[in-house]
């Protein structure tokens, strides 16, 4: 059963950046369209971003665009979400999952269970 797994949160000021990795395993991302996920305490998990299979279709919530951006490597198994010019409101847990995919476009919804997160703190 593929699982995913979430890496590569920390802590980071206002500006900064981070690399969010979501690494696959039991078996293969390729066929599969991901997104990246955020929740913080009390709210609701708001979905971000989503590339479809084959990296041609991506997708952003407006808060992130322009700031965040997804991109997979199907040879490392692996989606990552790079996130520049990081704001104080962008601090949640953030995790990844499978996501429907629609004539080779991703659909922000998920799909599968969730992983642990990885946790994302911007503070100065």
């Known amino acids: 059963q593929l699982q995913l797994v979430e890496s590569g949160g920390g802590l980071v000021q206002p500006g900064g950046s981070l690399r969010l990795s979501c690494a696959a395993s039991?078996?293969?991302?390729?066929?599969?369209?991901i997104g990246w996920f955020r929740q913080v305490p009390g709210k609701e998990r708001e979905g971000i971003s989503c590339?479809?299979?084959?990296?041609?279709?991506?997708k952003y919530t407006d808060s992130v665009k322009d700031r965040f951006t997804i991109s997979r490597d199907n040879a490392k198994n692996t989606v990552y979400l790079q996130m520049n010019s990081l704001k104080p409101g962008d601090t949640a847990i953030y995790y990844c999952?499978?996501?429907?995919?629609?004539?080779?476009?991703?659909?922000?919804?998920?799909?599968?269970?969730w992983g642990q997160g990885t946790q994302v703190t911007v503070s100065s």
């Open positions: 999952a499978v996501v429907p995919q629609v004539q080779a476009m991703c659909v922000l919804r998920p799909l599968a269970s």
């Open positions: 039991g078996g293969t991302l390729r066929y599969a369209a």
């Open positions: 590339i479809s299979s084959s990296g041609g279709d991506t």
